[in-house]
């Protein structure tokens, strides 16, 4: 997909967005939002950095953005937060999302020599974008860490399979390997799930890129570097690697995680009965 096609793919994807998610900003702070946003002291002292990245060390990023929104939005006459400023933010990472996953897509599908890989790339990525199972990620404020993270998860996933293109025309491809490190460390610091992207890479590189002799092993070994980080600075400030809001036995947890991922995996399959209340 050229670059103008790919532009005319991303600005009609947006187009039938704005249609799906009209009137957005005219939603109210809901459940979380009125503690992480609403009710959150940190975000409203942007000046103290140590204050804003140690409220939730595992997305720091996240509430970076909140902060921004505090400085640029600001508060009404009785020192309220104005959620219209958030959402217009979300939207903006909700369309720089759909670019990235649109840019993915198509250099994914050219990895794979596929026969019409840019075609294939926009329908894919309308159909996840105007998918009713992103109504939370857009809507809800708090659910801004999905987008946020998805938006450098596309990044990295395109960054990775650009280095690989470029290696495999005899070109160096380092360069984008970085920036796939860059989009990885940034997706981590969104949302904890951004852990798996390095799983993602490799499968790439494995299944397209030429099998397990052509995997570049030391690049993987830095992903493992920055997880091992992460999670000991997790652990070093949390005291823990695990989010309980609740004691329950590891078997317990597993089997209720499960039960979760199988009633996501059927809402994107038929979305009926979606609420927010699992």
Known sequence: MSRGARLAAWAGILALAAVAWWGVTAV???????????????????GNWRAVFGYNVS????????????????????????????????????????GAALAMADAVGRLGRH?????????????WALHPMQTEAVTYITGRSEVLCGLFVFLGLWAWARALLAERDGRRGAGYRFLGLAAYAAAVLSKEVGAMLPLAMLGMEWRLGGGARRVRWRWMLLFALIVGGAAWLRYDRLGTLAHREV??????????AARVWLRYAG???????QTLFH
């Open 28 to 46: 109210p702070f809901v459940y979380d939002d009125r503690v992480e946003v609403a009710r959150n002291a940190t975000i409203r002292a942007a």
């Open 59 to 98: 997305r720091a990023l996240l509430i970076l953005t909140y902060a921004f929104d505090h400085a640029a939005w600001g508060t009404d006459a009785r020192g309220q937060l104005d959620p219209a400023g958030f959402h217009r933010t979300s939207l903006a990472i909700y369309a720089l999302a759909v």
């Open 115 to 127: 026969p019409a890989a840019g075609g294939v790339a926009a329908l894919a990525v309308a159909a």
């Open 247 to 256: 004691d329950r036995d590891l078997a317990v947890q597993l089997v209720t």
């Open 267 to 273: 809402l994107w399959l038929a979305p009926v009965g």
